[in-house]
């Protein structure tokens, strides 16, 4: 039973994270939220709400030890700081020891779709060496593999590019890419923790739909009310700012994710798995471009 369970969240305060809090939260679990920095607004936030908060840092095991301690279940997922991957491989490999010698009945790391796939992309190999170490660790585990997020469309970097009418991707318009909202991530990992005994030890890549650039565009501009096209742009133009994403996008131009999206909603009708146009009315673009109109 869910009162009968203390989760801590690594990650809290960031958007995957927070959305694990938010449906932890909803179903009634007690919810510890590991954070860096206890005064930032968003973890002020979360102690308002009722959560729990730990300071901590995975880089430091001895600071996981505390946070972990009195806790059953551990959400875990991890994050490479300016590219340092062998910084995110070591980050991932502390909370899992930790979470071993804490004694904990379920582990479950957020890694990411494909990353078992012999990508060649830096941060998909980094996750996938955790992976390895979960499964070599013994610990009782569960694997999400979320795809790219739909919330990538509203990241600070692309709201100027909409507010012109536009999205700019280093993908053709025409390739085809897996999308998940950050609420149904957050919505699965709880339904994980709730089914534990049926996800043990396996490994699950999820996605709530799947379109084309064009489509993406097409949909905005119905959503929003105003004309959004789409455009693209070679991958190698990131190379010198961001090697790692593309190296992704370049990957992408060849391959796609391959969650079984009809699948997890026919097994799994308890997550609402939305659509990309589901997700998008749902966002307040009024107030979100407003500030960019010229």
Request: net charge neutral; hydrophobic share 40%; proline share 5%.
């Amino acid at each position: 039973m869910s009162e009968l369970k203390k989760v801590l969240v690594v990650g809290a305060t960031g958007k995957q994270g927070g959305a694990v809090v938010q449906a932890l939260a909803k179903k009634g679990y007690k919810v510890r939220a590991l954070t860096r920095n206890p005064s930032s607004k968003t973890a002020i936030g979360l102690h308002n709400s009722g959560v729990e908060i730990a300071v901590g840092d995975t880089t430091h095991p001895d600071s996981l030890e505390n946070a972990i301690r009195g806790v059953d279940v551990v959400f875990a997922m991890t994050t490479p700081f300016h590219n340092d991957h062998e910084n995110e491989i070591s980050q991932g490999i502390n909370m899992v020891d930790a979470a071993k010698a804490g004694g904990i009945s379920h582990l479950i790391f957020s890694s990411v779709a494909s990353a078992d796939k012999r990508t060649g992309i830096p941060h998909f190999e980094t996750k996938y060496k955790v992976e390895q170490h979960i499964a070599e660790s013994g610990i009782p585990h569960t694997v999400i593999g979320p795809v790219a997020f739909m919330e990538n469309f509203i990241q600070p970097f692309a709201i100027p590019n909409l507010a012109k009418g536009k999205i700019a991707r280093g993908l053709p318009a025409s390739r085809t890419v897996q999308l998940i909202a950050l609420e149904d991530i957050g919505s699965f990992a709880a339904f994980v923790i709730e089914r534990r005994e049926s996800f043990l030890g396996k490994r699950i890549d999820i996605a709530g739909d799947e379109l084309t650039g064009d489509q993406a565009a097409a949909i905005l501009s119905k959503v929003i009310g105003k004309p959004i096209k789409y455009e693209a742009f070679p991958p190698d133009n990131l190379m010198a700012q961001n090697p790692d994403l593309a190296i992704m996008l370049k990957w992408q131009e060849k391959n796609n994710y391959t969650a079984d999206i009809q699948g997890l909603r026919k097994d799994y009708p308890e997550v609402r798995w939305h659509t990309f146009e589901e997700w998008a009315r749902a966002v307040d673009w009024k107030t979100l471009l407003a500030p960019q109109q010229i």
